[in-house]
């Protein structure tokens, strides 16, 4: 049932192309969900863990690409300040089991909003409470980390952008399925050295690099048991700069877009407090490897392409360093794949 591999988690990776793909083509047909979108004046989403970090990607596509206002709300946390205002409220979740994203969707119903449900599972329960339902048929998902659901909510918020926006990404997206295969198998054996070695990873990056980093480390703690956090790059000298020594490895995403000189200007301050750095940045970037402990390149994509593909071998780390500390990758203690109780 691993179909050859090792772990549901490295089957699930490695389906990741094909479920990009799958979503990416189911959400072109979902006009009447695209249209409540469309005509909403300010979108709320609400999600737990993985899904909660792909809404913090959704929310910078609508700002920047449609221009509609979007925040995310924690599910367990949406009840402390349910907006009145709001008249649209997306709850995300994978299994669609979720107690805290369900409730949260309820009660956004019952204060007058309209509500969608994103979701990977047909028939699970938060369907039953949305108006209307955007499948991401990513396929059954089995390992407690959640890999290809991810990708497929990211897959989903791209397209939804795309078919919403006057400015098009058509070609960052088919550019993304042509990478997507290529970053399954990178070696990563020197950064999975130096995680394996650390007591705590800080992860960063700006922008919409800024959830990847979220679900980077949230991704390594869950199955690697590491302390590990993901941080807007610009909040490091706002306290997480204490934490910076030669046992803690800091892991930054900078690529050749608006960002990039403030983003090295960074990694260059980190590098000067001595803390290994793992730098994920395009191929061919001298300055970049300069600046790295150990660099690991991209193809050349646009910033979106970057976002996903990034995200992918951020798994990958996580699942690697993992197996090389002999953890349970499937089924790491303490948790569980839906959380049913709020
Ligand atoms: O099924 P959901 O998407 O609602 O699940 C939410 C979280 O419990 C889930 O994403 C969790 O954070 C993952 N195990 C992380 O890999």
Redesign the pocket.
Known sequence: RKGGFQHYMLKEIFEQPDAFANTLSVVKRCNEFIDQIRNAHSVTVV?????ANASMVFSYLMERVCHIPTRVVLGSEFKYFPTPGTDLVIG???????AD?IAALKLAKNLGAQTLAVTNVLGSSITRVASSVLYTRAGPEIS???TK?FISQVAAFMQITNLLSDHQIEFELAEIRRYLPDVLSLDLSKAVELCTAADTLLYIGRGMFYPVAMEGA??MK?ISYIHAEGYAAGELKHGPFALLSPETPVIGMCFPDAVYPVMMSNLKEIKARSAPLIALGRKDDKDLDEVADVCISLPAVSEYGAVVLSSVILQQLAYHTAVALGRDVDMPRN?A???TVE
């Open positions: 999600a737990c863990g993985t899904s995300v979740s994978q299994s669609g089991e979720t994203t407690v980390a959640a659901s949230l991704k869950e948790l794949k839906s959380v």
